[in-house]
């Protein structure tokens, strides 16, 4: 069974700092690409980051650039996201999910989601 | 970047009925050369995670009960429920791919009458 699951999150001050990683399992994890998701309270969904399945290619929403640094270990089949200089804007239930690939090229609909990892800035 | 616009912000429909979302990208989301509309459409229930819908505009992701339809090309989009069960009530978003930032639509509550 293709599954998502992530961990890290917590209540974090303004200005902190948090790393969030989503193991995955039930497919070749290497193979394809990766985004984080979040969803503030009672809001919509915002696309935050994406990486390929190697990790060479990287892409941030503005809200978060410079910020968040994407990541992912291969080897032991985990995504991360490293969030520095939090802001209370930052609050929010951050879903990992698994993009697709069609021969060499990624295609970043997501069609598996982790159960989310909440994530409070807050004094 | 793509501005992704969702109308009516919600809706209520009776059992059985019809209901229609629609989608609207700031620009086209088709890309010519391989003559795909990079959209997609997600259900998402209350305390649940997203779930994928379509993809390619009308690819009915496996699994997904064919009462569910999407259509639609270049800027404009519509995802279809041809007959409302009780537990279609969800927010429904669309997503585009086409280009980073890869953004959602604001969503769409769809409810029972």
């Known amino acids: 069974e293709v599954q998502l699951l992530e961990s890290g999150g917590g209540l974090v001050q303004p200005g902190g700092s948090l790393r969030l990683s989503c193991a995955a399992s039930?497919?070749?994890?290497?193979?394809?690409?990766m985004s984080w998701v979040r969803q503030a309270p009672g809001k919509g969904l915002e696309w935050v980051s994406a990486?390929?399945?190697?990790?060479?290619?990287?892409y941030y929403a503005d809200s978060v650039k410079g910020r968040f640094t994407i990541s992912r270990d291969n080897s032991k089949n985990t995504l991360y996201v490293q969030m520095n200089s939090l802001r209370a804007e930052d609050t929010a239930v951050y879903y990992c999910?698994?993009?697709?690939?069609?021969?060499?090229?990624?295609?970043?609909?997501?069609?598996?989601w982790g159960k989310g990892t909440t994530v409070t800035v807050s004094s | 970047d793509i501005v992704m616009t969702q109308s009516p912000d919600s809706l209520a429909v009776s059992l059985g009925e019809r209901a229609t979302v629609n989608c609207k990208s700031s620009?086209?989301?088709?890309?010519?050369?391989?003559?795909?509309?990079?959209l997609a459409w997600y259900q998402q229930k209350p305390g649940q995670p997203p779930k994928l819908l379509v993809y390619?505009?009308?690819t009915r992701e496996s699994g997904v009960p064919d009462r569910f339809s999407g259509s639609g090309s270049g800027t404009d989009f519509t995802l279809t429920i041809s007959s409302l069960q009780a537990e279609d009530v969800a927010v429904y978003y669309c997503?585009?791919?086409?280009?980073?930032?890869?953004?959602f639509g604001p969503g769409t509550k769809v409810d029972i009458k």
């Open positions: 390619w505009a009308s």
């Open positions: 039930g497919f070749t994890f290497r193979t394809y690409g």
């Open positions: 990486i390929s399945g190697s990790g060479g290619d990287a």
């Open positions: 620009q086209s989301v088709l890309y010519r050369s391989n003559n795909k509309n990079y």
């Open positions: 999910a698994k993009a697709n690939k069609r021969g060499d090229i990624y295609y970043y609909y997501m069609d598996v």
């Open positions: 997503q585009q791919y086409f280009t980073t930032p890869f953004t």
